[in-house]
Nanobody
Framework: QAQLVESGGGLVQPGGSLRLSCAAS??????MGWYRQAPGMRRRFVAG???????NYGDGFEGRFTISRDNTKNTVYLQMSSLKPEDSAVYFC????????WGQGTQVTVSE
């Protein structure tokens, strides 16, 4: 199975932007996606992208968040803009759906 390693999280002020990256250890032919989980909440789907670039977004994410993918680098990205405190969560990379591979997660904190 491919290993997924997220990066790019951190502390950002409200209204700011971050770009998360997820590098896979080998080529991924399935859908790759991002989920997030805030403390005390269930994991929530953010966005997904197929190998040929077809995207879909969870409710409320399209417009502020953009998912993209570079198959030559086995990497998927999540560009987040106009961030709000309620976007604070651990963001997880996924390949192959809920029963597929998961990264360890990267913390995003939106705060003054």
């Amino acid at each position: 199975q491919a290993q997924l390693v997220e990066s790019g999280g951190g502390l950002v002020q409200p209204g700011g932007s971050l770009r998360l990256s997820c590098a896979a250890s080998k080529s991924i032919f399935s859908i790759m996606g991002w989920y997030r989980q805030a403390p005390g909440m269930r994991r929530r789907f953010v966005a997904g992208i197929s190998r040929d670039g077809i995207t879909n977004y969870g409710d409320g994410f399209e417009g502020r968040f953009t998912i993209s993918r570079d198959n030559t680098k086995n990497t998927v990205y999540l560009q987040m803009s106009s961030l709000k405190p309620e976007d604070s969560a651990v963001y997880f990379c996924n390949a192959g759906g809920l029963a597929g591979n998961w990264g360890q997660g990267t913390q995003v904190t939106v705060s003054e």
